[in-house]
């Protein structure tokens, strides 16, 4: 069973960027697709970027094409979202999660297995 821990959420101005990150432990992270959803104060969970094993394939929400970037370092078991041109709407708590059944990861939350605690991201205008 693997463990997630996310990190480097914090409050932007409108245009900015901020990374976060995802370090896993207790699984082998290689066998992982990994994801990034997000959730805003009233909202349902969305779904924002995903990953596969190898870190050769990404998918994007359209709301986020373009301005984030997801990549993974597996010899450090770490995932990363890189948030560039940072919007208010993007304000949420970003939720990294892991899914052991697919190789190049799904946009559906219903399919990861684990999840972390969340990072606040928030942009103000």
């Known amino acids: 069973q693997v463990q997630l821990v996310e990190s480097g959420g914090g409050s932007v101005q409108a245009g900015e960027s901020l990374r976060v990150s995802c370090a896993a432990s207790?699984?082998?992270?290689?066998?992982?697709?990994m994801g990034w959803f997000r959730q805003a104060p009233g909202e349902e969970r969305e779904f924002v970027a995903c990953i596969s094993r190898g870190g050769s394939s990404t998918v994007y929400a359209g709301s986020v094409k373009g301005r984030f970037h997801i990549s993974r370092d597996n010899a450090k078991n770490t995932v990363f979202l890189q948030m560039n041109s940072l919007e208010p709407e993007d304000t949420a708590v970003y939720y990294c999660?892991?899914?052991?059944?697919?190789?190049?990861?799904?946009?559906?939350?219903?399919?990861?297995?684990?999840w972390g605690q969340g990072t606040q991201v928030t942009v103000s205008s």
């Open positions: 999660a892991a899914d052991p059944d697919s190789v190049l990861g799904t946009g559906r939350d219903n399919d990861y297995d684990y």
């Open positions: 207790g699984g082998t992270f290689r066998n992982y697709a």
